[in-house]
């Protein structure tokens, strides 16, 4: 079975500029996740969703960053415009479970390393 | 405000030995733990959990303890391998389910 698929895996752009990152869940995961990793710290949560619902983007910079997740699957995250503090990498996580069912069983893509330059 | 945190950010074992790597968490309030491993370039992995009901529990070759009273974790890895060279993250979950990471041990392996 396939892991939590995202891309691209690198990106390198100018500052001002916009920039998209692509999540494909595992199958069936309905909870789905985007985290920020900036260099030697653990993951920052940005936003949580349940199918299609953002039920937690309280963590997200709404100025710059948007994300959707459209029919519940797939999901893009977006910041226009990046700015030099946006260079990290963003991580992609789903999990079978949400809501009252809390676990660590949350499987993590391979991440988007961005760098703004 | 919420954290979680990790006393030594480097460690370095020799293959063979066993490794501890220890957490301490601010929230008295968070109900469940989790060990995740990262390795270069990729994804953080999840290893073992904790519920805060439990003081230890064990799975092949790691272990975790969890000590409410002083609110410290650690992961104990057994016979370690080159392969278990990463950074580990202890991470914490409250009611409000956000998963709260530190910001990691690096676990190196001296063959």
């Known amino acids: 079975e396939a892991g939590v698929v995202q891309s691209p895996r690198y990106k390198i752009i100018e500052k001002k500029q916009p920039v998209a990152f692509w999540c494909n869940p595992i199958?069936?995961?309905?909870?789905l996740y985007w985290y920020r990793q900036n260099l030697g710290q653990g993951p920052e949560l940005l936003i949580r969703?349940?199918?299609?619902?953002?039920?937690?983007d309280s963590q997200l910079p709404k100025d710059r960053f948007s994300a959707e997740r459209l029919k519940g699957v797939d999901s893009t995250l977006k910041i226009q415009p990046a700015e030099l503090g946006d260079s990290a990498v963003y991580l992609c996580?789903?999990?079978?479970?949400?809501?009252?069912?809390?676990?660590?069983?949350?499987?993590f893509g391979e991440g988007s390393r961005l760098t703004v330059l | 405000g919420e954290s979680v945190g990790l006393h030594l950010p480097t460690l370095s074992v020799q293959e063979g030995d066993n490794s501890i790597i220890n957490c301490a968490y601010s929230?008295?309030?968070?109900?469940?733990f989790i060990w995740y491993k990262q390795e270069s370039g990729k994804g953080p992995q999840f290893i073992i959990d904790?519920?805060?009901?439990?003081d230890k529990r064990q799975g092949q070759r790691v272990t975790v303890l969890l000590n409410k009273t002083v609110k410290h974790l650690s992961l104990q890895i057994a016979a370690t391998q080159p392969g278990d060279s990463a950074v580990y993250f202890c991470?914490?979950?409250?009611?409000?389910?956000?998963?709260?990471f530190g910001s990691g041990t690096r676990l190196l392996v001296r063959p």
């Open positions: 904790i519920r805060s009901n439990m």
């Open positions: 969703y349940e199918n299609e619902e953002a039920v937690d």
């Open positions: 199958s069936g995961h309905n909870t």
């Open positions: 929230n008295s309030a968070s109900d469940y």
């Open positions: 996580a789903s999990s079978a479970f949400g809501g009252q069912q809390n676990t660590g069983e949350l499987f």
């Open positions: 991470a914490e979950n409250n009611s409000s389910y956000k998963l709260i």
